[in-house]
């Protein structure tokens, strides 16, 4: 069965540093990639999506990913994070084309330290 | 564009007793509807697919009897947890697709005392 792995499940990074959540997957093929970001009170925020051509893909506020296939990898970077980026991040994948259900890794909790 | 609802966001029942979550979305129709569950510090597990005008399509482990789910109108999907227990008490999410990428709501906090 297809799972996502994300082996980080917290990480404290110091404001204005550089940010790489990890985030692999299991799957026969390529599926569609995702980054969602969870903040309290709020629903999940598509961060970023790949589905094909460029495997370094850019999002919202400043995230971008970059697709490795031969790593089933699809982490998360920001080259510099600011004190609102704390938050849960979800990496997801749909693997079964035509219904598009989400399977989620089991998130990093990212905590900003001043 | 793209907002979903829930409603209500937090809620405390007695055990025995049934609740009713309702999840819309607000500027846009969804023939789909998905349904997740979420505990403390784990992540999303899908309950159920709502389809619009029909009957939804529960996950493994999931009790259709338990977890009643209705999507009458392209807005409105309503997740009924009947008869609920202290185990029943969870974070629960929903979210509606459109152009193939779902919306998420903010969630509901169900305890179930």
């Known amino acids: 069965a297809q799972s996502v792995t994300q082996p980080d499940i917290h990480i404290t990074v110091s404001e204005g540093a550089s940010l790489e959540l990890r985030c692999n997957y299991s799957y026969g093929a390529t599926p569609y990639l995702f980054w969602y970001v969870q903040s309290p009170g709020q629903g999940l925020q598509l961060l970023l999506k790949y589905f094909s051509g460029d495997t370094l893909v850019q999002g919202i506020k400043g995230f971008e990913a970059e697709f490795k296939r031969s790593q089933s990898s699809f982490n998360l970077r920001k080259p510099s994070v600011h004190w609102s980026d704390a938050a849960e991040y979800f990496c997801?994948?749909?693997?079964?084309?035509?219904?598009?259900?989400?399977?989620f890794g089991t998130g990093t909790r990212l905590t900003i330290i001043p | 564009g793209a907002v979903v609802s829930q409603h209500p966001s937090w809620v405390i029942c007695k055990s025995g007793t049934s609740v009713k979550i309702e999840c819309r979305s607000l500027d846009f129709q969804a023939t789909t509807m998905f349904w997740y569950r979420q505990f403390p510090k784990q992540s999303l597990m899908l309950m159920a697919t709502?389809?619009?005008?029909?009957?939804?399509?529960?996950e493994q482990g999931v009790e259709k009897d338990k977890f009643l789910i209705n999507h009458a109108s392209l807005t409105l999907s309503t997740l009924t947890v009947t008869s609920a227990h202290p185990e029943d008490s969870s974070f629960y999410i929903c979210?509606?697709?459109?152009?193939?990428?779902?919306?998420f709501g903010p969630g509901t906090r169900l305890t179930v005392l």
């Open positions: 997801a994948v749909v693997t079964n084309f035509g219904n598009e259900k989400l399977t």
């Open positions: 709502s389809n619009e005008g029909s009957k939804a399509t529960y």
């Open positions: 979210s509606a697709m459109m152009d193939s990428q779902q919306f």
